[in-house]
């Protein structure tokens, strides 16, 4: 068990939260690197033990840094990155360039020229546009890339509208207009500059029911075959996406990797035989479902303000500056008093951040055992878009983030500094 309670204490991954707080301070990003191993371990036997010709690459905008670069190499995934800066630090981690994928939907020139000269292994092509970029730098450097198209499958995802990409009224993907698509199909495949590998979608994120990921396969399936029949052209790659969802509350019913992924094989399968074509290579991009339970945030309570018959505010020493989702769409929570975990929990109160924000709020009407000044109070499953969203809105500084392993904790993101925020202002 990665959550622990000792003497009414709350352990993650064998360390004492409250030592952890006392030494490197808060607020502090907790991350379990037992429980992102054992996720990597999951997708590897669910999916790509269990299916030849596959891959996962981990959608690192849920949580990147150096180590979990390490991380993610040593367990034999792929990564997935959406700009310069996350493909840098996959650069400077010495991250194997084939075994990287390139996504966004507005790759600079730029971000072009750093995809081709380091190698890469996959371009996902966003936009009509973006494949003449890519043809001008690698013809400029005597240079060929693969890429994909991310199309824009038309499904409507059951989540939030922030975090739903695959409807067709979104800023992602090339539309599936006859007159768009095809054009585009035949300049990859024409072009000597680039590879065309296939396809690539991603219905959403944060989904608990894989009705979404089906009917986009369908839509992917039906443009692998008429590219065949217009082209004489079998792609060899198909990229399904992931946002399989994780467990915030109890509310949240997670499944399986195997709960989605299985169904799409068996389809992928079916369909090529009778196409009577080689099933192509089948991608993953799993990224929240990898971090996000692995992570907690631990804060240091400050100010209590009870309004009686109204609501009572527990403010915390960080708040939307280290976890912006429930300010942006209304993300759930759950958390707890981590010096107090076995007392009963008697209190109703509304998790409050210090930002100058009415909406800077964690977790409203939490029931947890009464709380006071100086209380460490714990948010679990901030694994995912805590640290990657921070800001340094009020001029908070960024917090530590923090690797623990069978009760052993090491620094893996030091905590910034004032000094830190103001080292790029010129006077």
């Given at each position: 068990m990665i959550k622990q309670v000792k003497d009414g204490i709350l352990y993650f991954d064998g360390c004492n939260t409250l030592e952890l707080a006392e030494k490197y301070g808060?607020?502090?990003?907790?991350?379990?690197?037992?429980?992102?191993?054992?996720?990597?371990?999951?997708?590897?036997?669910?999916?790509?033990?269990?299916?030849?010709?596959?891959?996962?690459?981990?959608?690192?905008?849920?949580?990147?840094?150096?180590?979990?670069?390490?991380?993610?190499?040593?367990?034999?995934?792929?990564?997935?990155?959406?700009?310069?800066?996350?493909?840098?630090?996959?650069?400077?981690?010495?991250?194997?360039?084939?075994?990287?994928?390139f996504n966004g939907n507005n790759k600079t020139i730029d971000e072009i020229e750093l995809a081709v000269d380091y190698n890469i292994g996959r371009i996902i092509v966003d936009g009509l546009d973006e494949l003449s970029l890519i043809e001008s730098v690698c013809k400029q450097k005597g240079k060929k890339m693969n890429v994909l198209y991310r199309i824009t499958p038309g499904v409507k995802s059951d989540s939030?509208?922030?975090?739903?990409?695959?409807?067709?009224?979104?800023?992602?993907?090339?539309?599936?207009?006859?007159?768009?698509?095809?054009?585009?199909?035949?300049?990859?495949?024409?072009?000597?500059?680039?590879?065309?590998?296939?396809?690539?979608?991603?219905?959403?994120?944060?989904?608990?029911?894989?009705?979404?990921?089906?009917?986009?396969?369908?839509?992917?399936?039906?443009?692998?075959?008429?590219?065949k029949d217009k082209y004489s052209y079998v792609t060899p790659e198909i990229n399904i996406g992931g946002g399989f969802g994780i467990k915030y509350t109890d509310a949240d019913d997670k499944k399986p990797y195997s709960y989605f992924l299985d169904p799409m094989m068996e389809r992928i399968e079916e369909f090529s035989k009778d196409l009577n074509i080689e099933r192509p290579e089948v991608v993953i991009e799993p990224g929240r479902s990898i971090v996000g339970e692995a992570g907690i945030t631990l804060y240091t309570v400050g100010t209590i303000k009870d309004i009686p018959g109204i609501r009572k505010y527990v403010s915390v020493d960080g708040g939307m500056t280290d976890?912006?989702?429930?300010?942006?769409?209304?993300?759930k929570y759950e958390g707890v008093a981590a010096n107090k975990v076995d007392e009963p929990k008697t209190d109703t109160?509304?998790?409050?951040?210090?930002?100058?924000?009415?909406?800077?709020?964690?977790?409203?009407?939490?029931?947890?055992a009464p709380l006071k000044r100086g209380d460490i109070f714990a948010i679990?499953?901030?694994?995912?878009?805590?640290?990657?969203?921070?800001?340094?809105y009020?001029?908070?500084?960024?917090?530590?983030?923090?690797?623990v392993k069978e009760g052993e904790s090491r620094i893996v993101v030091k905590r910034q500094s004032y000094d830190d925020m103001i080292k790029n202002d010129l006077c």
């Open positions: 808060t607020p502090l990003y907790v991350m379990s690197e037992t429980a992102i191993v054992e996720k990597c371990r999951e997708i590897r036997n669910s999916f790509l033990q269990k299916y030849k010709k596959t891959r996962a690459a981990y959608a690192s905008k849920a949580f990147l840094n150096l180590s979990m670069c390490k991380i993610i190499e040593r367990e034999g995934l792929c990564i997935d990155v959406v700009s310069g800066g996350e493909l840098y630090t996959a650069i400077k981690a010495n991250f194997p360039p084939e075994k990287i994928e939030h509208d922030y975090i739903v990409t695959g409807k067709k009224d979104s800023k992602f993907g090339i539309p599936l207009d006859d007159e768009i698509i095809f054009p585009a199909i035949e300049q990859a495949i024409k072009s000597e500059y680039v590879n065309f590998m296939g396809f690539h979608y991603h219905v959403g994120s944060q989904l608990h029911d894989n009705a979404s990921h089906l009917k986009a396969l369908e839509t992917s399936l039906k443009l692998i075959k008429d590219t976890n912006i989702r429930p300010a942006l769409y209304q993300a109160v509304t998790i409050c951040g210090k930002c100058c924000e009415s909406g800077d709020v964690l977790i409203r009407d939490a029931e947890v679990f499953s901030t694994g995912a878009y805590g640290y990657t969203m921070s800001s340094n009020n001029k908070n500084p960024l917090p530590a983030v923090v690797l």
